[in-house]
């Protein structure tokens, strides 16, 4: 939390500087949020790489969130409330734009269902909204209480430390199981009937863009694990696609992934183009994943958010 509050404070100092010359600027902060296993920034690597200076560069103010990397989605969206607090603060706004990427997807969909008043509009990018047949399979193939459940989980919540130390937020607490729990169609569809906002009447249908609670909700994701032959995270995303009978992008089906106003659901992307991973490679015939990001901003500007 105190490496969060530095970057916070430097965050808002330099965008200030950018935003004090900009004619077209976004109403409110964006909040980026990283999912499961996920950091804000590893070893001078971003999560969302790349993706802070392109909204920076459409006149937003940009700040990047610090969650457990393992844990469930309320623990973290309770964990991100604490920092959307400070960020209402700091930058003197009363609401925030939230953009969550896979688990973040769910964190920030909590955030937003609990504290609509601070909230303007919720962005989910290859969200676990229907949840993932990947995570089903991991989940059912280890028994419950098991000393093999153990052992896995005890390697997860080592890697998920690993990073953590790595990120400089070693003091997150985590739990692989409650995040894999969170993560099946089970505790998905359970966590959407406590958090309905923006979730589609049907699997695969559009939610309400705008929804009673006066929150804005989108979506977009893709639908191809195999992107480009230099992306070294191809290979196993590409494996575990197999597992799926509907397109996906390797951890996450199209559809499931579906959340308020649907952008898209199909582009080439895998689950790790959508945050522009790695390091920007991604599908040479698509669109480039910072524009999508562009582009949304464009469309927060003129909705006044």
Known sequence: MKKFILILILGFTSCYTHLAFSRDTLEYP???????????????????????????????NVFVAEVSSAHNSELRGEQLLEQVALIRAITGKDKVNLIGHSQGAQTIRYVASVKPQWVASVTSIGGVNWGSRFADIVRGGVDRGSFSEQFLASLANALAGLIDLLSGKATAPKDALQALEALTTEGTLAFNQKYPEGVPNQYCGQGNMLERNGVYYFSWSGAKAWTNVFDPADTPLAFISQVFDEPNDGLVSACSSNLGQVIGNDFKM????????????????????????????????????
């Open 30 to 60: 964006v909040v980026l949020v990283h999912g499961l296993f996920g950091f804000d920034n590893l070893l001078g690597v971003d999560y969302f790489y790349r993706v802070p200076s392109i909204i920076q560069q459409e006149g937003g």
């Open 270 to 305: 895998n689950h790790l183009d959508q945050v522009n991973q790695t390091i920007g490679i991604h599908h040479l015939f698509e669109t480039d994943p910072l524009t999508l990001y562009r582009q949304h901003i464009i469309r927060l500007k003129g909705l006044n958010l």
